[in-house]
């Protein structure tokens, strides 16, 4: 039995020793967020979002202008399962709500959500920077092979991406 026991000692003694080698400090492991808050438009939408920090670290973004020729241009702003007050349209409708930075990883966003306008749905969705001015949304129920990717381009004049 006081072998066991010290065998049992030694073992912890051991990982106490070798578990700090293992341990992640998130600070030495953190990517550097990128920023993606600025007006960004999506030709095939007809519309231009405003991504802008929401509170508690996350992203949301709410469209700022749409093009005549839209499909969306008649919306009305409220969800059509929520009961419409007054004659509210897409502008103003916030879109995008919930982004959270991976902070491992600096160009993606996750747990958000996106409202689409058309069918009155929310979806989970995901934000990745493939460069710094396209941004791929993927939008999807479940899991996200089960989605569908929207690609933004932003609008430089309206960049607030100095420096990161």
């Given at each position: 039995?006081?072998?066991?026991?010290?065998?049992?000692?030694?073992?912890?003694?051991?990982?106490?020793?070798?578990?700090?080698?293992?341990?992640?400090?998130?600070?030495?492991?953190?990517?550097?967020?990128?920023?993606i808050?600025?007006?960004?438009?999506?030709e095939?939408?007809?519309?231009?979002l405003?991504?802008?920090?929401?509170?508690?670290?996350?992203?949301?973004?709410?469209v700022?202008?749409?093009?005549?020729s839209?499909?969306?241009?008649?919306?009305?702003?409220?969800p059509?399962?929520?009961?419409?007050?007054?004659?509210?349209?897409?502008?103003?409708?916030?879109?995008?709500?919930?982004?959270?930075?991976?902070?491992?990883?600096?160009?993606?966003?996750h747990?958000?959500?996106?409202?689409?306008?058309?069918?009155?749905?929310?979806?989970?969705?995901?934000?990745?920077?493939?460069?710094?001015?396209?941004?791929k949304?993927r939008?999807?129920?479940g899991?996200?092979?089960?989605?569908?990717?929207?690609?933004?381009?932003?609008?430089?004049?309206?960049?607030?991406?100095?420096?990161?």
């Amino acid at each position: 039995m006081a072998r066991v026991i010290t065998c049992f000692v030694s073992v912890l003694a051991l990982l106490a020793v070798s578990l700090p080698a293992f341990a992640t400090d998130s600070d030495n492991n953190a990517a550097e967020v990128r920023n993606i808050t600025g007006i960004w438009t999506s030709e095939e939408l007809g519309f231009e979002l405003e991504i802008y920090g929401c509170g508690n670290g996350s992203l949301c973004g709410r469209v700022v202008s749409y093009s005549k020729s839209s499909d969306y241009a008649d919306v009305p702003k409220t969800p059509p399962r929520e009961e419409a007050a007054g004659d509210q349209r897409i502008v103003g409708r916030e879109l995008l709500s919930g982004f959270v930075a991976d902070q491992e990883n600096g160009t993606k966003w996750h747990n958000g959500r996106i409202f689409n306008p058309k069918d009155g749905r929310t979806y989970k969705s995901t934000i990745t920077l493939a460069d710094e001015d396209t941004l791929k949304l993927r939008a999807y129920v479940g899991i996200p092979i089960f989605g569908r990717d929207l690609t933004l381009k932003r609008i430089p004049q309206y960049s607030t991406a100095g420096g990161g």
